[in-house]
């Protein structure tokens, strides 16, 4: 049996690892939280105490950390994981980070003998627990077909997006233009409410028309349009709004390296910074809206 450490048991590492244990995997979990521990194990999980147990004979090692920092850190440098894993370790790091950082991982791990991709996700923490996730995937061909059947289990579509760190590009250009539309979906259902028009028939109505989106369709951010949604429950759960101040930040940071035109990410970003500074950043990020409703 395929043995797996999975550092990271927050909101999207949990499930994910859940997930792999429901398809049969050995799966040692870790996290800081004791509270994220204890979940894991009442979920069949190995929860233990350390990193290093938790690395102790895998064959595969699967992150899911808040920021770059936190991945470098426990891969580089003296203390390192790189520094111990046996060669030929997979090595996969779902956490959503920027693109250097992660090339920065992998070289090392490459010169450490260590197959290195890197997999960030999208699908929120609803598609975490229902294992519908989209990988977004950087590294080599062969690393990324010997991780296919583990993303299998945590994931309905696996995009194998080029070298190391080009999964964190992909994620980058998709959660912006992710912030772009449910800003501005908020911002036209604000004006049509404004202007005597009912929620969800507009929605209804842009849905069929040229301004169809995602956010209209799946994730609406008007309350009580749409049942099973965020918006209609105080907009707990989902994706919260600090995360994707967050990933707005790393696609302007992208694009301030690569000299790419970011005028509307940018915008949507001080929208977001605005939202989280007012005290939202725990509200799911369709809570947006509430910006054009003041």
Not at 179 to 200: Q, S
Request: charged share 15%; with cysteine; net charge negative.
């Amino acid at each position: 049996m395929q043995h797996i450490a999975f550092i990271g048991l927050g909101n999207m590492g949990g499930p994910m690892a859940i997930n792999l244990v429901k398809s049969g995997y050995a799966v040692r979990g870790f996290d800081l939280s004791p509270e994220a521990l204890a979940h894991f194990a009442e979920h069949g999980g190995n929860a233990v105490r350390s990193v290093a147990e938790a690395v102790d004979g895998a064959d595969t090692i699967i992150s899911m950390l808040p920021a770059g920092k936190h991945v470098a850190a426990l891969y580089q440098g003296s203390e390192g994981l790189f520094t111990t894993l046996p060669q030929g370790t997979l090595v996969i790091d779902c956490s959503t980070i920027d693109a250097q950082t992660a090339r920065d991982v992998g070289r090392v791990a490459e010169h450490s003998g260590l197959c290195f991709i890197d997999a960030p996700v999208s699908g929120g923490t609803a598609g975490a627990a229902a294992g519908t996730l989209t990988f977004m995937v950087g590294g080599d061909a062969a690393n990324v077909d010997a991780a296919r059947p583990l993303l299998s289990a945590m994931g309905k579509r696996i995009f194998h997006a080029g070298d190391i760190g080009a999964g964190q590009i992909a994620k980058a250009c998709n959660n912006m233009l992710l912030g772009i539309l449910m800003a501005g979906t908020a911002e036209a259902l604000a004006m049509g409410v404004k202007n005597g028009l009912d929620p969800a028939v507009l929605s209804e109505i842009m849905a069929s028309s040229s301004g169809r989106n995602w956010a209209l369709e799946l994730y609406n951010p008007w309350p009580g349009v749409m049942d099973n949604v965020p918006a209609s429950h105080g907009y707990q759960g989902g994706f919260m709004s600090e995360l994707m101040l967050k990933d707005l930040g790393l696609a302007e940071e992208m694009a301030l390296h690569s000299h790419a035109a970011n005028p509307l990410g940018a915008l949507a970003r001080s929208l977001y910074e605005q939202h989280v500074a007012a005290g939202n950043g725990k509200l799911d990020f369709s809570s947006i809206l509430q910006q054009f409703r003041r």
